[in-house]
């Protein structure tokens, strides 16, 4: 897959959307220094995280693994809700 398949597959909607496999490949393809998954499991319902897990996995896990395989030289952060990450400049 190039680059410009990935964007028209990550791309619906003027959204970008992805699964961890999804997200895993285009990882392979574009080979940051550093990937994070952002908003993974944000729209369920106050209290229902739990549930949520259990019905489709935990996204952020399955990225990390999928990325493991995928691009193992890139380096994957998971962050809590309010970390940061500080990236220099080089």
Same mark, same amino acid.
């Given at each position: 897959?190039?680059?410009?398949?990935?964007?028209?597959?990550? $791309?619906?909607?003027?959204?970008?959307?992805?699964?961890?496999?999804?997200?895993?490949?285009?990882?392979?393809?574009?080979?940051?220094?550093?990937? $994070?998954?952002?908003?993974?499991?944000?729209?369920?319902?106050?209290?229902?995280?739990?549930?949520?897990?259990?019905? $489709?996995?935990?996204?952020?896990?399955?990225?990390?693994?999928?990325a493991a395989e995928a691009?193992?030289? $890139?380096?994957?952060?998971?962050?809590?809700?309010?970390?940061?990450?500080?990236?220099?400049?080089?």
């Amino acid at each position: 897959m190039n680059l410009l398949e990935t964007y028209r597959a990550l $791309v619906r909607n003027n959204v970008i959307e992805a699964d961890p496999a999804q997200a895993a490949a285009a990882v392979a393809l574009i080979r940051p220094r550093v990937a $994070v998954p952002i908003h993974y499991g944000t729209f369920s319902p106050i209290g229902a995280a739990a549930r949520h897990v259990q019905r $489709v996995g935990d996204p952020a896990k399955a990225f990390v693994a999928r990325a493991a395989e995928a691009a193992p030289d $890139v380096a994957v952060r998971v962050l809590a809700p309010g970390e940061s990450l500080a990236l220099d400049g080089a």
